[in-house]
């Protein structure tokens, strides 16, 4: 069984502090030939170009703007976005750069001497995740997957863009400009990932159209520093909302915070500038702090709209959406930049199984499939919270609870689940528990890794040796353990493995590299092997006839 890692390179667990003030020096040298383009290195563009290298695939990533934002943008890192880093080996790189929420709070005004309790407080995902949520800055987090994409091979390219693409049936060849200099290169690839925003120029050029409808720039966003314990008198809320619906957010780190100011509907026209906009957010900041001498360093004001918008479909030929191109959501709950993450997670482990040939190009379609569907349902939730509905479901169940499709043809069980009450059905995202390796405590989700993994009852025997004969036999990267026998080095203390996940002692479930469960079986069938080969087919979209391809080694 292989238990290689993609690049083969340990992940670094602190960033470069200098990652994100500028391009690297580059030398002249533009690779002609790389297996996958991705255009726009923000929070989407980046985290697909680590999850690409750590699954082994060289990419290059363009980026018209010089440098990495100085704007915060998000700040809330969902449990699922969480986990996903903390795969990669960054949970203490972000760690250091991020807090715990604390709770929404309302109130009159910042002085007030008690605020009203507007959600739940704390982290309630710390049940059933091991990373739960965290406050985060973009522009903090986006320095730690710069270099950590640079740390494991992949080429970032600042002051740069996509200049025209045209696709044919074995690549794509696209022109690159140089913006200081005006050189363009031609650049030959496999895929195209577009990471390019909300106006994405690359959906624009496929003609993909958008269902849902663009924001006016109407809400005003002020970040500033400025001392509020005179207000807040030892409280630490998150946020606090004020009459009108405005909010004030803490951001940076404790020992650095910072605040951002949002306005929902700025009395101001569409031609003010920066003074007028300052103006207007310190008169505010003065009345929701009640502190009217208050004197804030205001570091950065922006205008923007609450779009609400899909693509109505995520895929053309060898060109992917991903992020603010395939769509775009309010700021309520911080789903957009996960949503964004989780996408380049769902399309990082594909695209590598294509281009190692251990999958055929039908398998990208599942990316289309499963995306879709979740961020049409995720945009919709978000706005049915705007509006009050009752039906709206929670951002934590958003992004712990979606459901894919079952790969074997199962019934479907909808587009989401309680992830309190975790079923480990096929399609669904792998539930978390503890378990034990000697004297360490791990989290189940820390065994999934650049492959399938097979995880199996007390009474698994079969399951590992038929695990092997699938790798072997397929090609393709599969790890297996045994959970809870009383010689297995993986113990489950509490002995809530197989109720987790729907299985017997002798039952076994296939999760996919993203952490998806692919296929569940309670006890073990007649022919184990037939049917884990089989399933791993299936999870694949790989024909019983299909016989291992040779990896894609260039798109020439």
């Known amino acids: 069984?292989?238990?290689?890692?993609?690049?083969?390179?340990?992940?670094?667990?602190?960033?470069?502090?200098?990652?994100?003030?500028?391009?690297?020096?580059?030398?002249?040298?533009?690779?002609?030939?790389?297996?996958?383009?991705?255009?726009?290195?923000?929070?989407?563009?980046?985290?697909?170009?680590?999850?690409?290298?750590?699954?082994?695939?060289?990419?290059?990533?363009?980026?018209?703007?010089?440098?990495?934002?100085?704007?915060?943008?998000?700040?809330?890192?969902?449990?699922?976005?969480?986990?996903v880093l903390r795969a990669l080996g960054l949970e203490p790189a972000v760690d250091a750069v991020s807090r715990r929420p604390s709770g929404w709070f309302g109130a009159r005004a910042l002085t007030d001497d008690a605020y009203t309790l507007l959600g739940p407080p704390g982290d309630p995902t710390l049940t059933v995740s091991p990373a739960g949520s965290r406050l985060c800055d973009q522009n903090r987090l986006e320095p730690i997957l710069l270099a950590e994409a640079r740390h494991r091979g992949a080429r970032i390219l600042f002051g740069h863009e996509l200049d025209g693409f045209e696709q044919d049936p074995y690549g794509v060849t696209t022109r690159i400009l140089d913006r200081a200099t005006g050189r363009t290169r031609t650049v030959r690839c496999?895929?195209?990932?577009?990471?390019?925003?909300?106006?994405?120029?690359?959906?624009?050029?496929?003609?993909?159209?958008?269902?849902?409808?663009?924001?006016?720039?109407?809400?005003?966003?002020?970040?500033?520093?400025?001392?509020?314990?005179?207000?807040?008198?030892?409280?630490?809320?998150?946020?606090?909302?004020?009459?009108?619906?405005?909010?004030?957010?803490?951001?940076?780190?404790?020992?650095?915070?910072?605040?951002?100011?949002?306005?929902?509907?700025?009395?101001v026209g569409a031609g003010a500038g920066d003074e007028e906009l300052g103006r207007l957010a310190r008169d505010r900041l003065h009345r929701i702090t009640g502190m009217p001498d208050l004197a804030p360093d205001v570091l950065s004001v922006l205008r923007w709209g609450a779009s609400a918008v899909v693509a109505e479909r995520f895929r053309e030929g060898r060109v992917m959406l991903l992020g603010d191109a395939a769509h775009t959501m309010?700021?309520?709950?911080?789903?957009?930049?996960?949503?964004?993450?989780?996408?380049?997670?769902?399309?990082?482990?594909?695209?590598?199984?294509?281009?190692?040939?251990?999958?055929?190009?039908?398998?990208?379609?599942?990316?289309?499939?499963?995306?879709?569907?979740?961020?049409?349902?995720?945009?919709?939730?978000?706005?049915?919270?705007?509006?009050?509905?009752?039906?709206?479901?929670?951002?934590?169940?958003?992004?712990?609870?979606?459901?894919?499709?079952?790969?074997?043809?199962?019934?479907?069980?909808?587009?989401?689940?309680?992830?309190y009450r975790p079923t480990g059905r096929p399609g669904s995202r792998a539930p978390h528990l503890w378990l034990t390796r000697g004297d360490r405590r791990v989290s189940v989700l820390d065994l999934f890794g650049t492959g399938f993994t097979l995880l199996s009852g007390a009474r698994g025997g079969p399951w590992t040796p038929a695990g092997a004969r699938a790798a072997a036999g397929l090609g393709v990267r599969l790890r297996a353990y045994r959970i809870g026998g009383p010689r297995d080095a993986l113990r489950d203390p509490d002995g809530t493995f197989p109720d987790r996940y729907g299985i017997g002692p002798a039952g076994a479930v296939l999760v996919r590299p993203d952490g998806h469960v692919a296929r569940r079986w309670v006890t073990a069938p007649d022919d184990t092997p037939t049917a884990l080969e089989h399933a791993v087919r299936e999870a694949l979209e790989r024909p019983a006839a299909l016989?291992?391809?040779?990896?894609?080694?260039s798109a020439a």
């Not at 016989?547 to 080694?553: D, I, L, M, S, T």
Request: aromatic fraction near 4%; proline fraction near 11%; include cysteine.
């Open 330 to 419: 309010p700021v309520i709950g911080g789903l957009g930049g996960n949503t964004g993450i989780q996408d380049a997670h769902n399309l990082a482990w594909k695209l590598a199984a294509v281009l190692r040939g251990e999958a055929d190009d039908p398998l990208l379609d599942s990316y289309d499939v499963e995306r879709t569907r979740v961020a049409a349902h995720t945009l919709w939730h978000v706005l049915a919270t705007a509006r009050g509905l009752p039906e709206a479901l929670p951002p934590e169940t958003l992004q712990l609870g979606y459901l894919y499709p079952d790969p074997g043809g199962g019934p479907d069980a909808g587009l989401c689940e309680d992830p």
């Open 190 to 267: 496999a895929y195209l990932l577009a990471a390019d925003g909300t106006r994405s120029p690359v959906r624009e050029a496929l003609g993909i159209a958008l269902h849902g409808r663009r924001g006016e720039p109407r809400f005003l966003s002020t970040v500033f520093a400025a001392d509020l314990d005179p207000a807040l008198r030892g409280r630490r809320p998150t946020a606090v909302v004020f009459p009108g619906s405005e909010v004030l957010f803490a951001r940076g780190v404790p020992r650095a915070p910072l605040w951002e100011h949002g306005i929902p509907d700025a009395p």
């Open 547 to 553: 016989p291992a391809r040779p990896a894609v080694r």
């Open 1 to 83: 069984m292989d238990t290689t890692t993609g690049s083969g390179q340990a992940p670094r667990t602190t960033a470069d502090p200098a990652a994100g003030r500028g391009p690297e020096p580059e030398p002249e040298h533009v690779p002609e030939h790389v297996p996958v383009l991705v255009v726009g290195g923000s929070l989407s563009g980046l985290s697909a170009a680590v999850l690409l290298a750590h699954h082994g695939v060289r990419c290059l990533v363009v980026e018209r703007r010089s440098g990495i934002g100085t704007h915060p943008r998000s700040r809330v890192l969902t449990a699922r976005s969480g986990e």
